[in-house]
């Protein structure tokens, strides 16, 4: 079965300090890995993606993410915070066969401390 | 994102009540999907729909029926709501080519 773990609920970081949001997945074929993020009431607006290529991919406002096949994992990083940074944050997967079925990680809760 | 309309945004109701949630885009899309957020669960997926004709079951179907009345307009009906029914619900869309899905704004249902 298709899964996707974020290990933290929360992430707390310093404004100016590097970040990292973890994802891990467990998927048949070649996985198709996603980044979103939702502001308060808001919906969620895809940030990266990665489907095939470069393993890392840059993505919306500073974002970028590095996908690494042998440890399944999809992290989500950024070089240098800030407090609009602070958000939920998703992962999802699609499997190679299961075109359309995104699954959803249970976020991870983003807190940018200035 | 403002191509992919909700609603209504927020509904209150009451248990057995039927309600529709409604979905509308103007991206053009042909895929279109329902989904529920519930706190420490993420999205889960409701129902989908590859084009007018095509309706799939997600994970979590029990208790919903929806309607693909055209391309852009994709409507999801709770025959009965029940307090566990409380959630956020997200419509999103995406086209034949992309996996990329684009969400709407979400409709927060509460039921009483």
């Known amino acids: 079965a298709q899964s996707v773990a974020q290990p933290e609920d929360q992430v707390n970081v310093a404004e100016g300090n590097p970040l990292t949001v973890k994802c891990t997945y467990s998927v048949s074929g070649n996985p198709y890995l996603f980044w979103y993020v939702q502001y308060p009431n808001r919906g969620l607006q895809f940030l990266l993606k990665y489907i095939t290529g470069d393993n890392l991919v840059k993505g919306s406002y500073g974002f970028e993410a590095e996908f690494n096949k042998s440890q399944t994992s999809f992290h989500l990083k950024k070089p240098s915070a800030l407090v609009s940074d602070s958000a939920l944050y998703f992962c999802?997967?699609?499997?190679?066969?299961?075109?359309?079925?995104?699954?959803f990680g249970q976020g991870t809760t983003l807190q940018v401390k200035p | 994102d403002a191509d992919v309309t909700q609603t209504p945004r927020n509904r209150i109701t009451k248990t057995g009540k039927r309600i529709m949630l409604e979905c509308s885009q103007t991206?053009?899309?042909?895929?279109m999907y329902w989904y529920r957020q519930d706190p420490g669960l993420g999205l889960r997926l409701i129902y989908y729909?590859?084009?007018?004709?095509?309706?799939n079951k997600g994970e979590i179907s029990d208790g919903y029926s929806v309607s693909r009345q055209a391309q852009a307009k994709f409507s999801l009906s709770l025959e009965s709501a029940i307090p566990n029914q409380t959630a956020l619900y997200f419509c999103?869309?995406?086209?034949?080519?992309?996996?990329?899905?684009?969400f709407g704004p979400g409709t927060r249902l509460l039921v009483l």
């Open positions: 999802a997967v699609v499997g190679s066969g299961n075109t359309g079925k995104l699954i």
């Open positions: 999103a869309t995406s086209d034949l080519f992309q996996e990329t899905q684009y």
């Open positions: 729909s590859f084009d007018v004709k095509d309706i």
């Open positions: 991206k053009g899309h042909d895929r």
